[in-house]
């Protein structure tokens, strides 16, 4: 019986991964293509691993270890750990260069700083056209707001679920509101 192996690419690399507990058949290989391996300890048998995006679109790999826990092995954390410089100890984090987060080409990726990512998350926004909360954690309601909905509850003509899509707030909110949970302190409207 002839042994599997993962066809590499040209001037594909591959280097062994570090696990933070030792997996009881198989080694693991990250590539510099960023293609993830697992190699059978007896037979040499290599299979390719599959990875899926995590909620926030980054590729991750799960790998159940000796000691039956499940560990994620993130593509893009283990290419720039293996293949991309880190030029001080002070680069803790891993960009993505185009925003995308499943493009894990070593060109995409970059060390930054804490500092650096910062400015980086600012600018990804702005090129995703993602909005900030601009309210300044200030309340989505005002005073008057809940004087009216306060007369509106107190007269049973709407439903809390009629309220709530008026104003854009949850139906949670407007039973807040009703017990005095929240703006107790406010009067309803006359």
Known sequence: MSKKEVKSYKNETWKAIRLPSPHNSKRYYISSRARLKSVDKKSKDEVLVKSSPDRNGHLRSTIRLANKLNYGLWVHK???KHFV???SRKHKLIIHKNYKRDDNKLSNLKWVTPEDHKIYIRKRHEALGYK??????SSKLTPR???IIKRQLNS??????????HYGVSITQIRRIETG???AHQEAAK
């Not at 900030?132 to 954690?137: C, D, R, S």
């Not at 709407?158 to 709530?164: D, V």
Request: charged share 25%; glycine share 10%; net charge positive.
């Open 156 to 165: 049973g003509n709407k439903t809390k679920t009629q309220i709530a899509n």
């Open 85 to 87: 410089d880190r030029p």
């Open 145 to 147: 707001q809940v004087a």
């Open 181 to 183: 949970e929240n703006w």
């Open 132 to 137: 900030y909360h601009t309210k300044g954690g």
């Open 78 to 80: 283990e290419v720039a």
